[in-house]
């Protein structure tokens, strides 16, 4: 008994020693900075030498009356609703069809369509950029196909530019959410499809009776991989549009790095209790979710 | 024999709706891509007209590379992409290694205060990069770390991802197995290193693609730890290029293209045990 | 097979790591901002084709009395690169990343000496002959009448036209030469009518247009440190300027800088550019157009030729650099105007394009020639006679920020919102951001 119980602890022991690696440098480096960022989010002044705040929440009032905030933060909840739902549904769609034993090519088909992913972020923006501009490749081909008669100003009209930053993100992490989605597939069992086929139930059916609700667990993490995503969203808002039209398309991200090292202004106190509310946010988001979508227990 | 084979002419013919949809995806998916090739071999001018064919320029835009390279790393193309095989190498390794214990931990051994913490772990998760980054920086300087490998990959190496897909993933890593070997005697670490990490080897593959994508694109944060040139890295060499008072595509296209290069050989390479590893498919 | 790969795959990782191991011990030793070497400066700068040659040839011209002196160039990615690792550095108090000596665009020195003093050497024992340059270039790097910076490029404004357009409309180059806004806009339409060329161009994404037509009125976007464009009736006389000219197609207002130059310079939309004088290498990249174009100074509000600057940047000794002696004699003997400074600014200028803003510099041969791709015109040593009628106007840290409001407001006013509510909205928005 004795002797068990001393195992045991051994084992606790061993336990703990496995995390402490990970988690003292997620400590040190994540929470910690997180503290201090917290503490400068109530101070005020170059950052060299700051000074508190008076009273200390002051750069939180701040927030409600700033009114490019609250742009950047409706754009990146455009973002958010309208992008994440296109992209994961098509990620499931194209995991669905290259599940089929029966399709040809499935190999290369999904190498293809994964191979976004292996663009870095800078890399792509650049390439956007040109195949987008006014003069661009899209302009031209749409004109020799007659379907526009002048270049379209994709990057400099609000609602294109949006559009622009949608389908790149579609276009950048389509490929990355479905090799998720096709993994959680292979590990349902083939029969199930072919007893379902048996049953008369058609594609579409099973779709829905079947693989949604076996892939919960991985839609809950993909769902939540991309909200934390796109609320961080930052390279494609500066190197796409630099926020521009007059900053309708500007994330929450970008407009942080505006006020903090983008544009010479270096206000870390203010940057930081915007950065802070964006935490906050993404948290709720990500508990709703997982609250939502809890499967374990 | 002849019914089989009508039925599977029935079942493509079936699927045809499908192959066009994959086709036009394909299309999408590749073209950017295609045109990033196209264009490094092209001259600026020709790309700025719209040319979407190879052209013989490759060479020269290799060479303007080469000179863009040393010009500003004071060294050479090759140093730069060593640089950052390096950083993203280390990186990789760490992590997936750091990851893995604590992902085993958290399943293996799990109890109340576990989980416990493992929530609050992935709270880290959603701290937005922007915010911690001075403090960090000053944490990095502090430490004397500027411009070395150890300043570009410390923050990056325990992601709670990571962990999640490790502890996901480790579900399915059988414990009677775990138990036979108490029975013969090993400890706990050797079990890790002996049982558990050749077991989970495709899920180690998964970690290793993705935590090498992650941190060969990394950008914002090597750009202000690494402020000496010799330690520069590919992505900070590409925004060189297309910053300035002219750009040249041609040559920008080709420092895109040895930008990519890597993470599309690592894909291909360990593709196989990527989509096996990423949830977990124990053989 | 597949265990093969990944065992493979493995063990170079493994000898990749320890091999890394060592080489990061080894650079760790020699990282820093500075050199040990004490005849070895180093120098933080951006542009290959611009900043880079303008360095390089100064570093030849001073090695050429002081054969072991060694100049040693870090190229960063833009003028952001320098601003942000000072930033950081002053964040931190930790100033011994920078280099002995750093180049960045004007406009923040100010707020960098006040915030971060020690950061700094001021360079008021060096032996350098102030009065030698523009009195507007020099406004930004004096600080209570202590100099920071050593000029490098000169950011004069230029206005260049296509001759051969205007002529195919009726016009010369003494027609656009001191006229009004007014009439400069009755030109440009009638000039857009017969011959389809727009005459202005702007990135519009940091749009500088207002900055610069404020400053050929030798007015500011700023009093007392304070935002001064509501109820500001010279702004929105330049405002409405700007945007009559996006309406009638005569300002191309471009989404980003490379469609600015790339394509409406470039790509054959303008008869004319206005920007500083660094924009030349690009307008000299259509090649189809040499010997058609040709410089003269702005229009103003009501008539009268009108003079401004944009851009530019200058050379500062940081507080990390342990050889002042040495880095002061060399910014003296070369960009400073010392005998060195020909030769150092004819090289830049042949190399990068890159023009001095040193009156007696620009008296050498090579600034008087004509340049073949201007019709022949002498457009250097015109180039540094404007930059001495630059007008100095207050400036502010803000600079960038009010750019990207007044640009928002621009954009809103063409389509179609109100002129004074939009330029009150600016206004308030600068103030709120600067407020603490």
């Given at each position: 008994m004795n002797k068990r119980r001393s195992i045991q602890a051994k084992q606790g022991r061993a336990g703990w020693m496995f995390l402490a690696p990970a988690t003292i440098l997620i400590f040190i480096m994540s929470f910690w900075p997180m503290i201090q960022a917290f503490i400068i989010s109530l101070k005020k002044g170059s950052s060299a030498n700051m000074t508190w705040q008076e009273p200390l929440y002051h750069n939180y009032e701040r927030i409600l009356q700033d009114t490019t905030f609250k742009t950047a933060m409706g754009n990146t909840f455009l973002y958010l609703l309208v992008e994440v739902p296109i992209m994961l549904i098509l990620a499931i769609l194209l995991a669905q069809i290259l599940n089929?034993?029966?399709?040809?090519f499935r190999g290369l088909f999904r190498t293809m369509v994964f191979m976004p992913c292996a663009v870095s972020l800078v890399s792509y923006a650049l390439i956007f950029k040109s195949l987008f501009a006014t003069q661009g490749l899209i302009n031209s081909a749409l004109m020799h196909l007659g379907l526009i008669s002048e270049n379209i100003n994709w990057l400099g009209t609000t609602a294109t530019a949006r559009a622009v930053i949608i389908i790149g993100l579609i276009w950048r992490w389509t490929g990355y959410n479905m090799v998720f989605y096709l993994a959680g597939l292979q590990n349902i069992e083939y029969s199930v499809y072919e007893a379902a086929k048996i049953d008369g139930a058609n594609g579409w059916k099973t779709f829905w009776s079947i693989t949604v609700p076996l892939l919960k667990p991985t839609i809950v993490m993909t769902v939540i991989m991309s909200i934390n995503g796109t609320l961080q969203l930052f390279d494609e808002s500066v190197n796409l549009t630099n926020g521009g039209p007059a900053n309708t398309t500007i994330t929450m991200s970008h407009y942080i790095w505006n006020m903090s090292l983008g544009q010479g202004v270096a206000k870390f106190g203010y940057a930081s209790a915007l950065a802070f509310v964006v935490f906050i946010m993404v948290g709720i988001l990500a508990f709703i979710n997982m609250k939502v979508g809890d499967t374990r227990d | 024999m002849t019914k089989t084979k009508k039925n599977s002419s029935a079942i493509q013919r079936r699927l045809i709706p499908s192959y066009i949809f994959l086709i036009i995806v394909c299309f999408i998916s590749v073209f950017p891509i295609y045109w990033m090739l196209t264009a490094a071999t092209n001259t600026s001018y020709d790309v700025s007209q719209g040319r979407i064919v190879f052209g013989g320029y490759a060479l020269e835009n290799f060479k303007a590379l080469l000179k863009a390279a040393s010009d500003s790393s004071k060294a050479s193309l090759a140093r730069v992409m060593w640089n950052s095989f390096l950083y993203a190498g280390l990186q990789t390794i760490i992590s997936i290694f750091i990851c893995s214990l604590a992902g085993y931990g958290f399943e293996l051994y799990h109890d109340k205060n576990k989980d416990r913490l493992f929530g609050v772990l992935l709270l880290a998760m959603m701290i937005p990069g922007v915010a911690t980054l001075i403090p960090l920086f000053t944490m990095m300087s502090r430490l004397h770390l500027l411009s070395t490998a150890a300043a570009f990959f410390l923050p990056g190496i325990a992601t709670p991802f990571m962990i999640m897909m490790f502890r996901q993933n480790s579900r399915n890593f059988p414990t009677d197995i775990m138990e036979a070997a108490r029975l013969d005697g090993l400890s706990e670490f050797a079990i890790f290193f002996r049982m558990y990490m050749p077991v989970m080897r495709s899920t180690y593959a998964a970690a290793a693609v993705i935590c090498f994508m992650n941190a060969w694109n990394a950008y914002m944060w090597p750009r202000a730890v690494m402020t000496d040139n010799r330690a520069m890295t590919m992505q900070m060499l590409v925004a060189n290029l297309s910053n300035g008072y002219t750009v040249d595509y041609g040559l920008l296209m080709m420092g895109v293209l040895f930008c990519s290069i890597p993470t599309m050989l690592i894909f291909f390479i360990l593709q196989k045990q990527f989509a096996e590893g990423i949830t977990g498919a124990v053989k | 097979m597949k265990k093969k790969v990944v065992s493979l795959l493995l063990v170079s990782l493994l000898a990749m790591s320890s091999m890394a191991a060592m080489v990061s011990a080894e650079d760790a030793v020699e990282l820093?901002?500075?050199?040990?070497?004490?005849?070895t400066l180093t120098v933080a700068a951006w542009d290959a084709n611009f900043n880079i040659p303008a360095l390089e040839a100064a570093g030849e011209a001073f090695k050429a009395v002081n054969p072991d002196f060694n100049l040693e160039i870090q190229t960063v990615s833009g003028s952001s690169d320098v601003e942000q690792a000072i930033t950081l550095a002053g964040s931190s108090g930790d100033y011994s990343q920078l280099p002995d000596i750093v180049l960045f665009q004007d406009h923040y020195i100010q707020k960098y000496v006040m915030d971060y003093p020690d950061a700094w050497q001021s360079?008021?024992?060096?032996?350098?002959?102030?009065?030698?340059?523009g009195e507007e270039k020099l406004s930004y790097s004096t600080i209570d009448g202590e100099h920071y910076g050593v000029p490098v490029d000169n950011g004069t404004a230029i206005f260049a036209y296509r001759v051969d357009v205007l002529e195919e409309a009726g016009y010369t180059l003494d027609d656009v030469t001191g006229i009004s806004w007014d009439e400069w806009l009755e030109i440009a339409r009638n000039v857009k009518d017969k011959?389809?060329?727009?005459?202005l161009s702007m990135d519009h994404s940091g749009d500088d247009l207002p900055y610069l037509f404020m400053q050929a009125e030798g007015q500011s976007q700023w009093a007392d440190g304070q935002p001064n464009i509501a109820d500001n009736e010279t702004f929105k006389r330049i405002i409405e300027v700007i945007v009559q000219g996006a309406n009638d197609g005569t300002i191309i207002l471009a989404n980003s800088w490379s469609d600015y130059t790339d394509q409406t310079i470039i790509g054959d939309q303008v008869a004319g550019v206005c920007n500083g004088n660094w924009i030349i290498p690009t307008i000299e990249q259509?090649?189809?157009?040499?010997?058609?174009w040709e410089i003269t100074t702005l229009p103003t509000l009501d008539g009268g030729e009108g003079y401004a600057a944009n851009g530019g940047s200058s050379l500062y000794i940081t507080g990390n650099c342990g050889k002042a002696d040495l880095a002061k004699e060399f910014l003296a003997y070369t960009f400073g105007g010392g005998e060195g400074a020909m030769d150092t600014y004819d090289n830049a200028l042949r190399n990068g394009g890159v023009i001095t803003c040193c009156v007696s510099a620009s008296e050498s041969d090579v600034y008087q020639e004509g340049v073949a791709f201007f019709n022949d015109q002498p457009i250097y040593t015109a180039i540094v006679e404007m930059g001495t009628h630059v007008p100095v106007i207050e400036q502010n840290d803000y600079h960038y920020r009010m750019r990207e409001y007044v640009g928002n407001a621009i954009t809103n006013i063409i389509n179609g919102a109100d002129i004074d509510s939009e330029i009150a909205n600016a206004q308030s928005q600068v103030e709120f951001e600067m407020e603490e």
């Open positions: 089929n034993r029966d399709l040809k | - | 820093g901002g500075t050199s040990e070497d004490e005849n360079l008021g024992d060096a032996e350098i002959n102030w009065d030698d340059f011959t389809g060329y727009a005459l259509n090649e189809g157009a040499s010997g058609k």
